[in-house]
T-cell receptor, first 117, second 119 residues
Framework: KQEVTQIPAALSVPEGENLVLNCSFT??????LQWFRQDPGKGLTSLLL?????REQTSGRLNASLDKSSGRSTLYIAASQPGDSATYLC????????????????FGQGTILTVHP | DAGVIQSPRHEVTEMGQEVTLRCKPI?????LFWYRQTMMRGLELLIY????????DSGMPEDRFSAKMPNASFSTLKIQPSEPRDSAVYFC?????????????????FGAGSRLTVL
């Protein structure tokens, strides 16, 4: 059974810092990995998706890397801003494109990020 | 596109009552997912549909939960009878799932959620 762990559970940093959020998964047979952001009381917003054949994806100040063989992904946030404060979740999709498992995303518990001015 | 639309946004009900949550996926998406989020258990997949057909409902907690997708633009999640432990935020998400080699990115788009409180 796939398990996804995110470290740290919570992170508080001053504005302007570069930071790294970590995600690890136990089964390396994944199809892709997705990073989401969730604001309090809101739904999830997709930030970046990395296919299993890719090593990284970038969007603005965000960079996500994937090391499938070691079961790890990191989300790098450059020059953090108070508006980045949210919960960040990673989710993996199994590599079995057939059968009944292809749609199952397994989520980590999330990292609660607070960026203070 | 208005995104994934869920209703109601908030529901407060008493134990034993029937609860129906509704979801309209993004037009053109062929896969729909129901998730439940609680502080203790995080996000859990309850059931998902592909082309309106339930593919995997192994996450549905018990027989009190049922989900339907009568057409490509509408799905319901029903709890009957509801219990206090069902209190959670229920999310609907959709994506376009392509099969075979070179499948698409399958970015999952979530609705804003339905916050259910069972007293």
């Amino acid at each position: 059974k796939q398990e996804v762990t995110q470290i740290p559970a919570a992170l508080s940093v001053p504005e302007g810092e570069n930071l790294v959020l970590n995600c690890s998964f136990t089964d390396s047979a994944i199809y892709n990995l997705q990073w989401f952001r969730q604001d309090p009381g809101k739904g999830l917003t997709s930030l970046l998706l990395i296919q299993s054949s890719q090593r990284e994806q970038t969007s603005g100040r965000l960079n996500a890397s994937l090391d499938k063989s070691s079961g790890r992904s990191t989300l790098y946030i450059a020059a953090s801003q108070p508006g980045d404060s949210a919960t960040y979740l990673c989710a993996v999709r199994p590599g079995n494109a057939g059968g009944t498992s292809y749609g199952k995303l397994t989520f980590g518990q999330g990292t609660i990020l607070t960026v203070h001015p | 596109d208005a995104g994934v639309i869920q209703s109601p946004r908030h529901e407060v009900t008493e134990m034993g009552q029937e609860v129906t949550l509704r979801c309209k996926p993004i037009s053109g998406h062929n896969s729909l997912f129901w998730y439940r989020q609680t502080m203790m258990r995080g996000l859990e997949l309850l059931i998902y549909f592909n082309n309106n057909v339930p593919i995997d409902d192994s996450g549905m907690p018990e027989d009190r939960f049922s989900a339907k997708m009568p057409n490509a633009s509408f799905s319901t999640l029903k709890i009957q009878p509801s219990e206090p432990r069902d209190s959670a935020v229920y999310f609907c998400a959709s994506t376009l799932t392509l099969q075979g080699l070179g499948s698409g990115a399958n970015v999952l788009t979530f609705g804003a959620g339905s916050r259910l409180t069972v007293l």
